[in-house]
């Protein structure tokens, strides 16, 4: 069977043509003239397409006159004009075949809106609702922009490990992989025995690709990944995920400058691909989730990112009329209240802050001549504060094998990235940017669960 999507019937000037679609029964509606009218929708595009079925079909009594919400069928017809308002052509139907049947008294979506968390219960349902369906798609619009972005930049795609011996971050937050038996771990100096594990020592599921990623930059120059990334954050709150999508670039020959410029291009590139490619989708986001995403893609595509250092941020906000849940000071994280500050009411735009002090970054950022603060960035939008975080890293191995020690690692844990200070070492840079905060920024969508296909949280390893 060749089925026409609706996506493609919806987008072309296709009356008299003969096709065959396929997909879900949303609604069913039967009129005293003896016809019916349904709508299905194959998750190829927001709107439905409308099936008119007459009641000389030889199954319209035996099977027309029984679908439910749910069922799935295929539909052999001819596209004819539609005297009906929100659409301009419907399927007048020759066969309807149904393929799956659907009870109403078990399937739980139903002619209503459910809540978002009645439907992080079915997530194995979810997709073909509204809002769902246009996750999905936004977040495929969005990941190929991605992709084209770097591949048309000359980028290199590295797939980085997803097991790792060593803690990128520094947080300690990493889930333990091992195949020891829990019933009876082998035991050294009364710890476990990681040397008897599968990989000889302790591993875990990475917080970031990162380090391996700079192997490749150190070679082969511009390089990203894109994949799954872990946290052990136990953590229940609508703005974290155990398991989520990353975005790391890594660039040879890069300063921080230069890392700003490629986060802001990127940004304004993935914004305005996403606004051009899924106009009806982010429509319904504007209508019925927060009707300022669109002004707000629109505006930062178009708006130049104002650079200021930390010192200079922490500056404006101990000057703010405004009491924060957090006091601020300098040598003091920035949160996202502070962050919200400085890009709705100082500079009614996206910021970019640079030069943070060393004590609250990672050891592999770059330390600056003042001996206090590292070559760190985060950018800064309206409505979330950061989405972009990043940082010219560490090229001096002195330097570098001192933070290590500073922050209580074991360099031996990391000769191989240390190694890479000694052969041939080169300014560098890279960010990283959460896949899944920046789907929740462009859909407007509050709670991270609602942006991933299957959310993994404490608690939680469902579907």
Known sequence: MRRTRISEILKSDAVGTHVTVAGWVRT???SKGGFSFIEINDGSALQGLQIVADQDLSNYRSHVLKLQTGCSVTVEGTLVPSPGTGQTVELKADTIQVLGW??????PLQKK?????FLRGVAHLRPRTN????????????AFAIHRFFQEKGFL???????????????????????????????KNGRADYSQDFFGGPSHLTVSGQLEAEIYALAMGDVYTFGPTFRAENSNTSRHLAEFWMIEPEMAFCDLEGNVALAVEFLKYVFAHVLEHCVEDMAFFNRFIDKSVIQTLENLVKQEFTTLTYTEGVKLLEKANVKFEFPIAWGSDIQSEHERYLCEKVFNGPVVLIDYPKDIKAFYMKMNDDGKTVRAMDVLVPRIGEIIGGSQREDGYDILHSRITQMGFDPNDYWWYLELRKFGSVPHSGFGLGFERLIQFMTGLSNIRDVIPFPRTPGNIAF
Not at 102 to 107: H, K, R, T
Not at 171 to 180: C, K, P, S
């Open 102 to 107: 659907a009870d109403p008294e078990s399937y």
């Open 28 to 30: 069913r509606r039967d």
């Open 113 to 117: 809106r459910h809540s978002f968390e």
């Open 157 to 187: 795609y590295i797939h980085t490990p997803i097991l790792t011996g060593s803690d990128c971050e520094g947080a300690g937050e990493m889930f333990r992989v091992t195949t020891l038996d829990p019933a009876s771990v082998p035991l």
């Open 131 to 142: 809002t769902f369906g246009a996750v999905a798609r936004v977040r495929n619009a969005a």
